[in-house]
């Protein structure tokens, strides 16, 4: 066992514990995983009689189905005649349920009784705390950090070794602890404050509430909202980490990357550069499945497009860092477009649901992205650009040549500034109308 591996995933995983991410399911588990696992007797004083497990149930439920499907989930659905979207709506679907349930102890009598013929296997029980949490995992999505991206491409290409297991177990325990001193939080306090032993009734029915308000945010995709809302804190955490990973993860079957390139993404995760480089010439556009916001939706080449100057943004519509960046993104291409400026969106899907079209379309759609956005299931051209990180972009010159490349957040005003530069240089004269930069 790679100890630097173990410490990366265990770093990874409790920078993701503790980042904007994760606040979605923080009510969930105070509430249902902590609260209703509190020591209580009928008269509201602490007593042995509750289920202490309840908090570690919940837990190791989501830890253990997110690195789960997130390991195996491509893999195993990509094989089976079933739409890629159908375990996350099972999820939510589920989550209904169970909240529905924690409201109405009739609609929870319902719930149990398929187990009722199991000895001890009762949903009521405190068993039902690693049933939800199995559920939570398995439709929650945290941020794509370095060490989720590695276990994710490795997942969905297939190259699956003991470094990756590695990875997702050590990954695993570093989320679980944040989350769990969370959990167990919430069974203290609910111990301790009269209000909470008062009103354990009302204290079910608002852990019911927490879950279903989390099932419609999901749904409608408002936990997204929150988050882009929320000044990403574990920045500064998360670019330590990405220095400190060894070397990209680059899934097999692309073209040979070139030296020059392989060079500019090394440095890249070192910090976004202000300056422009020479990275060599970009590569084609492969594999790519299908394009949107193009004429008919047809095939677009870089070739097409010398004497522009082009932005390559690698993206997944549920990455909230990629969501994050894309805010900055499709301002420029607002403002620059005219004067000659492209963005091709590269979607790579980071889970199985992102690789449905329609989800893709509706997520473009959310993010206002007007720009040609290609399809990239196979990760064809993620792999020809070297890419081992969401976002990564790449800045390309009016010749072709890439100039600049940016991993991860931040750095919006060096890049910008880059592309005001890039357009006033000669090679960059596509008509009259497209000479000013604004």
């Known amino acids: ?29 105070f509430l249902s995983g902590g609260a209703q696992g509190a020591r209580l007797s009928p008269a509201g004083n602490p007593s042995r009689a509750g289920d202490t497990r309840r908090p570690y149930l919940v837990v190791a439920g989501l830890v253990l189905s997110f690195s789960v499907f997130t390991l195996l989930g491509t893999l195993v659905l990509s094989s089976l005649p079933i739409p890629e979207t159908v375990i996350r709506w099972a999820g939510i679907i589920a989550l209904v349920l169970l909240g529905i349930g924690m409201i109405s102890p009739r609609f929870e009598s319902i719930l149990e009784k398929p187990f009722s013929r199991i000895p001890q296997r009762k949903v009521g029980t405190g068993r039902s705390g690693f049933v939800l949490g199995l559920v939570l995992g398995a439709v929650y999505v945290p941020c794509a950090g370095p060490v989720l991206a590695a276990i994710t491409i490795a997942g ?103 030296q020059e390139l392989s060079s500019c993404v090394r440095g890249a995760w070192d910090g976004h550069a202000d300056t422009l480089q020479d990275c060599g010439t970009a590569p084609r556009l492969t594999g790519i499945q299908r394009w949107l916001n193009t004429p008919g939706n047809g095939d677009l080449d870089l070739r097409s497009l010398r004497g522009k100057v082009v932005l390559v943004d690698f993206w997944a519509f549920s990455c909230i860092n990629c969501q994050r960046t894309i805010e900055h993104i499709t301002s420029w291409y607002d403002t620059y477009h005219a004067a000659g400026f492209e963005v091709i969106g590269v979607h790579t899907p980071e889970y199985t649901f992102e690789r449905d079209t329609g989800n893709v379309i509706d997520g473009a759609r959310r993010l206002n992205i007007d ?9 064809s051209t993620w792999n020809d650009y070297g890419v081992s990180a969401w976002p990564t972009s790449f800045l390309i010159d009016a010749t072709g040549t890439v100039r600049q490349v940016s991993i991860g957040e931040g750095g919006y005003d060096e890049t910008e500034q880059l592309i005001r530069t890039l357009l006033a240089e000669p090679a960059a004269t596509t008509s009259p109308s497209q000479k000013q930069v604004p």
């Open 1 to 29: 066992m790679d100890p630097t591996l173990a410490l990366l995933g265990l770093l990874g995983g409790l920078i993701t514990g503790i980042s904007p991410c994760i606040l979605p399911v923080l009510p969930v588990l």
């Open 371 to 379: 720009y040609p956005v290609a399809l990239d299931n196979d990760y």
């Open 156 to 258: 969905a290409t297939g190259t699956i070794g003991i470094g990756t297991v590695v990875l997702t177990v050590s990954f695993a325990v570093g989320t679980a602890v944040p989350l769990l001193a969370f959990a167990l939080a919430g069974r203290a306090i609910a111990e301790r404050a009269a209000a909470f032993r008062r009103r354990q009734r009302r204290v079910r029915v608002g852990a019911g509430i927490a879950v279903i308000a989390l099932a419609a945010g999901l749904t409608f995709n408002l936990t997204d909202v929150v988050q882009r809302a929320i000044p990403n804190y574990t920045s500064a955490l998360s670019e330590g980490i990405e220095r400190a990973v060894p070397a990209p993860v680059v899934a097999p079957g692309g073209a040979p990357v070139s």
